[in-house]
């Protein structure tokens, strides 16, 4: 692998800091909902709407956005996210237009999506196998923290302004990234590697990673992953402030710590990729994250655990946090290891997947009871048997792969 494009630390910071935009942006304004709607004057439940527009921008792009970067490289399609992404998030905090406002949301999900998809891609160029995970886990370390802290952060940034400094600070964020990339990014795709842009051949491409059962088998079993994080969050806020009485600061200290005990999950799964397996690692970190929310769920049920034992709880959901570290990044390498020559596409769907399975979990957690001490548990814990549902696919997926070879 040629020096220029080796990841060093610097470079897989810089990845980890730009994939991160897409988690960030969802949840970074979840706390500026009231004050959104509003300013824009559009009343109760629209703020819901502008995050809708983000979530089909997301889809959206990230579809385009893997044969974008299969054709014309991972670089150029980066630099021109960010500064798409860049000026939706400033006119974003200028307009006074709910209408506007959403458009400016969906144009800001399509430059995000480059973000999204062209690091994932440029780690498939650069490793696979043992040393593709243990990048990925170092990835991870930045990109995995987005999403648990963002919102605490647009609170921090709702003390000091209105919502609209959290979309400044989305454009200030891209205005650092750009010439950062622009600087220490060389494409990691040759010329001679990339591939046609016609719709045909872009549909086939999908066609072809839909049908293949141990890429789609590996990207849900990731998606659910996602799927149980995004649980977690949509519920904490109800969950410790209402049920358990955590005061604002204690519960930015007990997102700190479970942001903590993801990061650890998943820099120990990075270091053992090579000795134990990134297979035996994703299976045990599913094995722990089952029986962390099964416990959760449970105890609260059953009244063994109740809001007067908080402590209890915050430890089985940072054992399952901290599980998922080996689950995510794992499963993902095992996605994109025989995608080489079409990481973007490949990465273009795993991305969409983790968005809209993941986008799921807000679903389901709203139709829970909000007075079920349990809800957060049973949320959890339906990302988790879904984990493991794909990972008895998986299993068989491979078998079939084996037994075919053999005759």
């Known amino acids: 692998m040629p020096a220029a494009i080796a990841l060093s630390g610097r470079r897989i910071a810089l990845l980890g800091l730009v ?20 300013d824009l004057g559009h009343g109760p439940g629209s703020a819901q709407i502008t995050l809708t527009t983000w ?19 991972r670089r150029t399609p980066l630099l021109v996210g960010l500064v798409v992404y860049g000026i939706a998030c400033a006119i974003a905090a200028l307009t006074t237009s ?8 969906f144009a800001a999900a399509l430059g995000g999506s480059a973000a999204t998809v062209a690091p994932r891609a440029i780690v498939r160029d650069t490793a696979t196998g043992h040393e593709g995970a243990r990048i990925m886990a170092q990835l991870t370390l930045v990109f995995g923290v987005g999403p648990i802290l963002a919102p605490s952060l647009g609170g ?41 842009l016609r719709p045909v051949a872009i549909l086939a491409r999908y066609i072809g990673l839909f049908r293949e059962p141990v890429f789609m088998s590996t990207a849900t079993l990731s998606s659910f992953s996602t799927f149980t994080m995004f649980a977690y969050l949509g519920s904490a806020p109800i969950l ?14 007990f997102f700190g710590l479970n942001a903590a ?13 090579r000795k134990v397996g990134l297979a035996r690692l994703m299976e045990r970190g599913i094995a ?69 399975i993941g986008g799921s979990a807000s679903i389901l957690m709203a139709y829970l009871p909000a007075h079920w001490l349990s809800a957060t548990g049973i949320g959890m814990g339906v990302g988790t048997l879904g984990m493991a549902l794909c990972d008895v696919w998986w299993r068989h997926a491979r078998k079939t792969i084996s037994d075919g070879h053999a005759n």
């Open 156 to 196: 921090l940034l709702l003390q000091f302004g209105n919502w609209r400094l959290i979309f400044w600070a989305g454009t200030i964020f891209a205005a650092l990234m750009l010439p950062w990339c622009w600087r220490d990014l060389a494409d990691t795709l040759p010329p001679q590697m990339r591939r046609e």
């Open 261 to 273: 005990g993801y990061i650890l999950g998943t820099q120990i799964s990075g270091r053992l990729a």
């Open 19 to 38: 994939s991160a935009i897409g988690p960030v942006s969802t949840d970074m304004y979840l706390p500026a909902f009231p004050a959104l709607e509003h």
């Open 55 to 73: 979530f089909v921008g997301l889809a959206i792009g990230q579809f385009s956005m893997g044969p974008i970067c299969d054709r014309f490289g």
């Open 98 to 105: 709910f209408e506007l406002f959403c458009f400016l949301r």
């Open 288 to 356: 722990s994250a089952m029986t962390g929310t099964g416990l959760l769920a449970l105890t609260c049920a059953t009244g063994l655990l109740t809001s007067q034992t908080p402590w209890p709880i915050c430890a089985l959901i940072m054992w399952t946090t901290a599980s998922l570290g080996f689950v995510g990044s794992n499963a993902t390498v095992l996605a994109l290891t025989h995608h080489g020559h079409q990481a973007g596409s490949a990465s273009a769907l795993l991305g969409t997947l983790a968005f809209s």
């Open 240 to 253: 410790f402030e209402r049920m358990l009485g955590f005061s604002p600061r204690g519960f930015a200290v």
